[in-house]
Structures are given as structure tokens and as C-alpha cells.
């Protein structure tokens, strides 16, 4: 049964130096406040993965606190490039960054797989890529009813899942809707997993193209009401756009993304939740 | 351009994108041109178009541009909201999609693309572009696909830096022994013109020229030694109407 | 896009003898109705592949329709067993009917790979069991990264799938919910599709734990009132039981069968629904 | 039975199962006997037993028993609706599953499960039966699994005509051999008492005779030399409660 916690009692049982990590999402509830209490707790050495790293793990990457990405695509949506996660991996600042690198097909069947107990998925991709000569794990498979050659790439299990939804009962059951991505599959996957939530209720009303993740496949659940700013709860508040676009600046200079990081350690996540808030709607 | 154009290249662009899209046909749409396209296309000549996003919608009906991938448009307006694995495993992967869209930050002579890195050395790049994303498997398994990217030297390359999504491969036949089921490129849409495979070489070759382009500029635009077909066509220059619904989705 | 037809006319245009036709329905939303016009058609040299063969399958297998079933679990659920499929199996009654037999987990990833593209899906199962010895379809494979072995099916990719579901717009799109099965799979894995349902409406409204089928994903649809009877479909009718209790003592018997065969064949579907919906209120 | 029971021994054995599901666990639950014990479980000493139905739910809540797996009160009383594949790859196959429930035309002496065919010719069967379903699966990735079958010499076989589901094999260690992640059958519950698995030789051996019930009996309705637990314990009776639960939901 998964067990109603702070943020930050949730990051602070939960994240180990070293872990492997996921944090989900895709465009929509992408669990921005569980990535900052991550930098806050100066977390180090963690290996991070994510379909789309976007702005957050831009954050995560240019805070020191990864030295791996596994990865499909990397980009601020809409704006254009993660600046930290360039400097990372061009000029190894402020840690260098390994990076294991596949498409979106390869990474969303991985989870699959991870999600499924199996130790590796199938697909039609990478044929005739310089991906399938550069990442270590995509590998070649043949159907043994056809004859014909497949790309094969490991399940991958997080030690830790974490993503935003909308809601979730006081027994610790959780609904999301709209946009679902693989988060469903990402948690499932992972050995441990994190849930914040927009608000705990007595009662999920059921929604139409619903996702629900009973309690007891959840590790933890955190109430952090607007936990996925500047990216969007359907339901709950709209893509702040604007925040996407002024991040290009924070993050082209080492020191103006220098301030943000102390900023950022001397708030706790209601603050910058209603400062964010507040920008939002300026 | 000329001086009385009123209107842009990119504006020229995105139209004759859409022009590409006709009927009933599913669209497997990314984020900026493509999306820009695909719903002028529905809202001019191509009602009944179906676009899907990575995101996880089939059937999206924005009433205005959705500013990412995953605007709450998309899942509000579709026919149906699913898993992002399934999108890959049942719609695209089994070749369901007519049409997929992509960019490109290097394109070469055989129409491959690179979105990966730019320099030799894929550990310590020059520069680090964003990845793959969902290109590898649209550019293998949609039933053709269409490029637009702005033409220019540094895009425009004999060969790409990194196969990021095979095109035409390095000769005719490459997709087929490599078991890629779509036909690839056929259509690369530029500010300058339409770029096609020549039938016999699958070299891309400039077909089209937008009004006020000369031959001239598209080959000074363009890193290989590009060849010109024998039936070189000017584009229509926009409608008014055509214009009009860009600028009004454009501007929302 | 999916074109709106007559029952008759969806299975005369779709179904050809010799073909694989897959009638899918996992308690809720048997398509009974199309199986009584194949019946009244009288194809022939059929392969039925279904999870899940209970009576409707019984009286294809009773009339002669099957030269094979692909199955994984076939009965009379809650009742006992195919006398109609027994016949056939041990008496090659009224034509020999060849098995080729699986577990659920094995049949749901035939059809998963059947609707991804594959031509195989890989699964933990059937390990030890005589399954793998009689079997034909069932094959070891090796994970290319750990060295594990695990189990390997071909993909299931009918020449048609059957489905009943509660709604479709004029359109073509399809709505079904409650228990869902395997039908989205089993209709995206085969050639062709019908889907009958329960009413055609302008406008889909979404409810919760829907599947949506876009109309260019269905070959044909066919508005077919308590079609899937005596199933039932979620929102329109309850299961009816005791037609199913009262299958056996039809089942048993080859003349209470041949005239139950030849009720049928001398009815229209509009005819057996009604007749039906009185008994069931009986 | 002695005169004055006023229960029966397909009670006694629904209740015995019902006991033997406690706490908060995961149990996969097929119709007939299992589903009646759970729910006999969940309205007595288990009410927080999570009950996950191959037809597609997981945390059902029925008021009554269902009559089919897939009876619609499954579905409308569920914690979440999914798929069948899902239930199998996403929550069964992965082992999150405490407990799996199964049935058996045969049960042979090392708890092997055959539900396929009886007689020695597969292609040439004395009976068919229904077949496999979730069985073999459920078997090998459930953390436990309980047999729930009446004991007669039929079924209780030296070994099955065909093994569906495996129990323990043929000797300690073919679970793990044949990579086979649960325990498999902990406890076979029948009508005329309990049998598990010895620790070392994997045997199922009586441990426990439901009231009434004399070892010579079960010895009598086994095909094979029963052993016999030291430490053989009698059944407690049902009680008021139980009876009244069980009977309530199999009257509705």
C-alpha cells in the first residue's frame, strides 16, 4: 500500500546517490517539483531517464546531480536546445555526462518490457541508424517462427519512478487523464516509485482515457499542488509557455543558471509553487 | 522575392506543405511546420485529414496551433487518447500512418537525416542536437514522408554527420534490405522549392522552385552538386485564403 | 473509413471459406449475432481462433463451419464443457476439427504482436508444460542481453476479426467499454474487421475506461440491437445466464442441435433477438 | 460427516479456502470455488483482500457473486479496468501477484495440474477439457498458488495424463531449473481436508482432515500412497459467520 508522505520525506527515503531514476512525463505532468527537491537535496551520481528530458532535467543535469542520461530526445519544446545538457556533455560541466541514447520506440518499449518482467522487448527500429552502432544496447534478434531480423533492447528498471498526476485517494490509489505517455509504464518498471499529486480525495471519480495505478503498485504518494509547472495538469492549469521560453536565458549562462540553483535551494517547493504561480499568470 | 511578394518564405513553405496533404490521409504530425501544415490542410483543402502526435491522440481537431507536442488541445479534441507505447507498437510500427513529418538539422544528397550530433566524433560533438525523438521508426515505417527544412549550405550536406532516420540510404535497394517498409522521403518542401528522389537513383532532386526563386539560388542553397529535373515547375504562389487561415492559426 | 452495412451484408463481403476469422469477446460482448450469420451462410473450412471458444464457437464447431481452432480456454463458462467442440475433438463429428492450443498469456500476446506488426511476441510461459510438446507454436527464444530463455508465439493475424460493441458514430468510430478484452487487438491484428453494435449514435460521448477503434482502423460496422445475447454489453442488457444453462441440453444432443440449427437458419438476426430478449425476461 | 453437522463438505472446503487468504494480498481469482472463497474472505477476516480477475480488473468489489469471470459487477466495482493482455504482461507475468487460485481435472502427487485432456493420446482424447486458460502462467508467476479441487481417486492421480500447469515437477528443484518464479501450489484444499507440499521430497502430504473426516478416507480418495503429516491437524468447524456469509453470497 502506498504510503501518504511529504515531497520531501518521499526524495529524501526514496533517491540514493547512484540511483538510476526516472521521472516521467510527456510534455504533460512532467514532475517538475520532485526534480527540484532532488537538486535541493543535492542528490549525486544518478543515473537519469527519461524519454524527453526536458527543461527539468536541464535543471537536474546543470545542478551536478546525474552522471548518466538514458534518453530518445532532449529539448526544450517549442524554445529549442537544453543548454546545460550541452555544456554537460560538450564540455563535461559541471560533471561530465555519459549519455546512452535510443528513439522514442526503442525507450517507450523498454519501459514496456521493464514493465512486463521481461528482461528485454522487440522491435522494427534503428535498422540502418549510426544509433545501432553507437548505443551498446540495441541488438539484433531473429524470429524464430520467420527468419526475419528484429532489434532487440533491454527492459530498463529504474530504482526509482517518479511522476505527477492529477489525483489520488487517502489509500493511496492514483488517477491521471489526458495525455498519459508511459508513466503507467515507467512506475510499474521501477523497483520503487514516487506519485505527487495535485490533491488527495475521499474519492476517483472515474474519468474518461483514465489511467489508474492501485496503491499497492505505488511506493509513495506526495500532495504538491502544482508539482508539474510550467508543464500542465489537465484539469487543474495550463502549460506555462512563457516560463519554457525564459528558461533559454537562465540556461545559456552558467551564472544566471548558477543563481537559479541557489534560489532554488533557499525555498522549499510551496514557495516556488506560488511564485510560479504568480509569473504564470503576470 | 520579389517586391510585391506579400508574403514569406517560411509563410510559402508551410503552404505548400499543406498543399501536400489531401484527403483522408493519417498524418503522423510533430511539433512547429509540420503541425502549422497539417491543420491549415484541414482547414482548406483537406478536411477529413487525420492527425496523430507522438503525444498519444489520434484524431486531434485543434481549433488553434497547439504549442508543444503534448498541448491539452490535442488529448481534448481527438478521437481517441493513448499510452505513448501503444502510439510506436499498434499505430506506427505495423505501417497504419500515410504520412509522417519530419525535420532535419543536417539532410543529405540521399534524403537521411540528422537530428543527433553535428561533427565527426559522436562522443565530443560539435554541437549536441536534441536526438531521435520518434524520427528513426516514422522515417521506416509511415508510408512516405515528407521533410521540411529550411534549405541552406549547412543543412543542405553531401552526407549527414550521423544517420539519425534512413532515408534513401547510400543507393537504390538500401530500404529494402534493410527491411525499412515505407517508401521514404518523397517530398522535401524548402523556403527555395520541392526536392524529390530521382525514380532510377533516389538522389534528391530539385523539382519545384517557389515564385521568385531562380535555380541558381536553390544550387547555391544546396551542399552537393544538385541536380535539376528536366520538368522544373514553379510553385502557385499562395491563395488568399490559403494565407489567411496560416496567419490567423499562426497568430492564436 | 469504416463502411456502415447490414449484418448479412458485412459477413457475405468478409468471411470466405477457408479463411481465419477471429470472433473475440471475453465474457462481455460476444459477437453471437455475426456467428449465427456465418452459420446461416454456411461457410465452410473455417480456422476460429478466439481465447476464449464458449457457445457461440460450439455452434460454428456444431454446424460444420471449423476445419480448426486456435484457442486457449474453450467451455461453457459457469456451466461446463462444449459438447458440440467435444464431439468434433474426440468424433470427428460432423467434420474432424483440428487444435492448436495455448495458454491466455500466449493467445493475448499472438494477438498483441498480430496488432504491433510483429512476427512474434515473447512471453514468461508455458515452461515445463506438455503445451510446448504438442504444440507446434510455441517456440524458445534467448534474451540477447542476459542469456535468458523464454518463451516465443507467432503472431495472430486473422483474415478477419468479429467484435460487438455498444456504440459507433455514423462515421465509423467504435465504442466499447467495461471488459475489454483482447478486441482492440484482435481487430488492429487482423486484415479485415466488422464490429457490430449496439446502436449507431451521432456523437460518441467518452466514458470512463473506454477503447476507441477510429472508423479507418474497422472494414465494416453493422448495427445489430442485443447482439451479443445471450452475453451482454455493459449500459444495454445483463448476461442471460440461463441460455447459457440451457445450451447444454441442446449441446448434447445431435438432433436437439440440428433442430436448433435449422430454427436458425429459417430466422433472421432481428427475429433470434427479439425471440431471445423474450426468453431472457421469461 | 457425523449426524449432527449441519454444513457440508463443499462448504467446509469453500471456507477452509477463505481462511487461508488474509491480510492485504493480491489474489487472482478465477469463478466457481476461488471466487467464492475470496469473496468469503473479504466480507469475514480479509476485507481488505485485493481480488484481480483475468477478465480485465484489478480490486474488484462485487456485492454478490459474479456468475462468469466477466460478469459486469467485476468491471463496475474494480479499482481499474484493463485489458486481458495487460493483466497478464503488466501484472501477472512480473510477479505482483501474492496468490493465484486454480482448479484441476488432475492433481498428481507432485501438485502438477492437468486441465487439458484425460487419457494418454493428446491427438485422441478418452475426455477433453476446457484446456489451459491463465493456468500455466499463473502456476509459474504467482508468489503461491492454492489448489481448490475435491479428492477422489479421478482426480487425485500418481501423476496427470498431461500437465497444463506445473506444480513441483517430478523432484525438488525443477521450478527453479525450469526458471518458474513462484512457490507454486503451497495448499491443495479439498473436501475432506488439506494437503502441502513436503519441504523436501515436494510430495503433497495430508496435514490437516477437515471434522468428521478420518485419514483412512483421504487415503481412500487418493490415487497415490498419501503420506501423512505428523503433526495431522482437524479443521475448526465453520462458524455461524462463515456459514452465514457464504450462504448469503451463494443464495444472491
Known amino acids: 500500500m502506498a504510503e501518504l508522505v511529504s515531497l520531501s520525506d518521499a526524495v529524501a527515503a526514496l533517491v540514493r546517490d547512484g540511483d538510476t531514476v526516472a521521472l516521467e512525463g510527456f510534455t504533460h505532468l512532467i514532475p517538475h517539483a520532485a526534480g527540484h527537491e532532488i537538486i535541493r537535496q543535492r542528490r549525486r551520481d544518478l543515473t537519469l531517464v527519461r524519454m524527453t528530458p526536458d527543461i527539468v532535467y536541464d535543471q537536474l543535469i546543470g545542478a551536478g546531480c546525474a552522471r548518466k542520461l538514458i534518453f530518445s530526445w532532449g529539448g526544450n519544446p517549442g524554445v529549442g536546445s537544453l543548454h546545460r545538457f550541452r555544456e554537460a556533455v560538450q564540455h563535461g560541466w559541471p560533471v561530465p555526462l555519459e549519455i546512452e541514447e535510443h528513439s522514442h520506440a526503442g525507450m517507450a518499449n523498454r519501459y514496456v518490457a521493464g514493465a512486463s518482467g521481461l528482461p528485454f522487448a522487440v522491435l522494427r527500429g534503428y535498422a540502418g541508424t549510426d544509433l545501432a552502432r553507437h548505443t551498446g544496447t540495441i541488438a539484433e534478434i531473429t524470429c524464430p517462427f520467420t527468419g526475419e531480423k528484429l532489434a532487440a533492447?533491454?527492459?530498463?528498471?529504474?530504482?526509482?519512478?517518479?511522476?505527477?498526476?492529477?489525483?489520488?485517494?487517502?489509500?493511496?490509489n492514483v488517477q491521471l487523464w489526458g495525455l498519459v505517455g508511459v508513466q503507467k509504464e515507467a512506475v510499474l518498471a521501477a523497483r520503487r516509485s514516487l506519485v505527487t499529486v495535485e490533491e488527495i480525495v475521499d474519492e476517483l471519480e472515474p474519468v474518461p482515457d483514465q489511467v489508474v495505478l492501485p496503491t499497492w503498485a505505488v511506493t509513495y504518494v506526495a500532495e504538491v499542488p502544482r508539482g508539474a509547472h510550467p508543464?500542465?495538469?489537465?484539469g487543474y492549469y495550463e502549460r506555462d509557455n512563457d516560463y519554457y521560453r525564459r528558461w533559454d536565458a537562465i540556461s545559456r549562462d552558467r551564472e544566471a543558471f548558477g543563481r537559479w540553483v541557489a534560489e532554488l535551494s533557499e525555498t522549499d517547493e510551496a514557495e516556488v509553487a506560488v511564485d510560479a504561480g504568480t509569473e504564470g499568470r503576470a | 522575392m520579389t517586391a510585391h511578394q506579400d508574403y514569406t518564405s517560411d509563410e510559402m513553405m508551410s503552404i505548400a506543405a499543406a498543399r501536400a496533404l489531401t484527403g483522408d490521409r493519417?498524418?503522423?504530425?510533430?511539433?512547429?511546420?509540420?503541425?502549422?501544415?497539417a491543420n491549415v490542410a484541414r482547414r482548406t483543402h483537406a478536411p477529413n485529414l487525420v492527425l496523430i502526435y507522438e503525444s498519444g491522440t489520434l484524431g486531434s481537431k485543434p481549433?488553434?496551433?497547439?504549442?508543444?507536442?503534448?498541448?491539452?488541445?490535442?488529448?481534448?479534441?481527438?478521437?481517441a487518447v493513448i499510452?505513448?507505447?501503444?502510439?510506436?507498437?499498434y499505430w506506427l510500427q505495423p505501417g497504419r500512418i500515410d504520412v509522417g513529418f519530419l525535420g532535419a538539422a543536417q539532410l543529405d544528397r540521399f534524403g537521411n537525416i540528422n537530428t543527433t550530433v553535428i561533427g565527426d566524433d559522436y562522443a565530443n560533438p560539435k554541437v549536441r542536437l536534441p536526438g531521435a525523438g520518434g524520427a528513426p521508426e516514422i522515417a521506416g515505417s509511415c508510408g512516405e514522408v515528407f521533410v521540411v527544412?529550411?534549405?541552406?549550405?549547412?543543412?543542405?550536406?553531401?552526407?549527414?554527420?550521423?544517420?539519425?532516420?534512413?532515408?534513401?540510404?547510400?543507393?537504390?535497394?538500401d530500404r529494402e534490405r534493410l527491411g525499412l517498409r515505407g517508401a521514404g522521403p518523397t517530398l522535401v518542401i524548402t523556403d527555395l522549392g520541392v526536392l524529390r528522389p530521382d525514380p532510377q537513383t533516389r538522389e534528391l532532386t530539385l523539382t519545384q522552385v517557389h515564385p521568385g526563386v531562380t535555380v541558381e539560388q536553390a544550387r547555391e542553397a544546396t551542399g552537393w552538386d544538385l541536380r535539376v529535373a528536366p520538368d522544373l515547375v514553379t510553385t502557385e504562389p499562395p491563395t488568399e485564403r490559403e494565407l489567411a487561415v496560416l496567419r490567423e492559426l499562426t497568430a492564436a
Open chain 1, 153 to 172: 533492447v533491454p527492459a530498463l528498471n529504474p530504482d526509482v519512478a517518479i511522476i505527477h498526476a492529477q489525483r489520488a485517494d487517502r489509500r493511496g
Open chain 1, 231 to 234: 508543464s500542465y495538469a489537465q
Open chain 2, 26 to 37: 493519417r498524418c503522423f504530425v510533430g511539433i512547429g511546420l509540420p503541425s502549422t501544415a
Open chain 2, 63 to 79: 481549433d488553434r496551433l497547439p504549442a508543444s507536442i503534448g498541448d491539452g488541445i490535442l488529448a481534448e479534441t481527438a478521437d
Open chain 2, 83 to 89: 499510452s505513448v507505447p501503444e502510439v510506436f507498437n
Open chain 2, 149 to 173: 527544412v529550411r534549405q541552406n549550405r549547412r543543412t543542405f550536406v553531401e552526407q549527414v554527420d550521423f544517420v539519425t532516420s534512413v532515408g534513401h540510404g547510400r543507393a537504390p535497394g
